[in-house]
């Protein structure tokens, strides 16, 4: 079965300093991968996503993400992050049936 | 575009009463979405839609939850009864491609707290 596993529930990181939010699937096929960001009291708006080709993926706000297959992994990194980043962040992911599985997020505080 | 737009933004209802949550799509996306958020459970997919048609209802919780999709532009997700452990926030999503190979625009959520 499909999961999606965020095994940070919580980081704090200072304004300015880079940022690495860690997300791990299980599926059998190649997957179709997402981050999304919730602002408190917001729905959630898509940053990036890969489906397939270069496993580095460019998103929106200067965030990108890259897929390792060896790894089961799809980390997010943003190089410089700035206060406006503080946020829920969701990875997920979905087969070609379609079904999008949420892990159960990153809550990003960021420090002045 | 107005984007999805789901209503009440906020309900609060005793234990045993009907709620029915409501979901317009941004037009011209033929996928709909219901999720569940919670602290517990973080987002649930409880069902989805394609071309107004259920596809997978495997997330609804039980008999008391229905979710309908009468025509292109409007869903709606009925609780009857409901009960404390319904509280949550409730959010509608829609996509241009069916099933999930597509992004989902989310609704801003109706937040259910039920006594």
């Known amino acids: 079965a499909q999961s999606v596993t965020q095994p940070d529930i919580h980081i704090t990181v200072s304004e300015g300093a880079s940022l690495e939010l860690r997300c791990n699937y299980s599926?059998?096929?190649?997957?179709?991968l997402f981050w999304y960001v919730q602002s408190p009291g917001q729905g959630l708006q898509l940053l990036l996503k890969y489906f397939s080709g270069d496993t580095l993926v460019q998103g929106i706000k200067g965030f990108e993400a890259e897929f390792k297959r060896s790894q089961s992994s799809f980390n997010l990194r943003k190089p410089s992050v700035h206060w406006s980043d503080a946020a829920e962040y969701f990875c997920a992911v979905a087969n070609q049936g379609g079904k999008l599985i949420f892990g159960q997020g990153t809550e990003l505080s960021v420090k002045p | 575009d107005a984007g999805v737009i789901q209503s009440p933004r906020h309900e609060v209802t005793e234990m045993g009463q009907e709620v029915t949550l409501r979901c317009k799509p941004i037009?011209?996306?033929?996928?709909l979405f219901w999720y569940r958020q919670t602290m517990m459970r973080g987002l649930e997919l409880l069902i989805y839609f394609n071309n107004n048609v259920p596809i997978d209802d495997s997330g609804m919780p039980e008999d008391r939850f229905s979710a309908k999709m009468p025509n292109a532009s409007f869903s709606t997700l009925k609780i009857q009864p409901s009960e404390p452990r319904d509280s949550a926030v409730y959010f509608c999503a829609s996509s241009d491609r069916q099933g999930n190979t597509g992004e989902l625009f989310f609704g801003e959520g109706s937040r259910l707290t039920v006594l």
């Open positions: 037009s011209g996306h033929n996928s």
């Open positions: 599926y059998g096929a190649t997957p179709y």
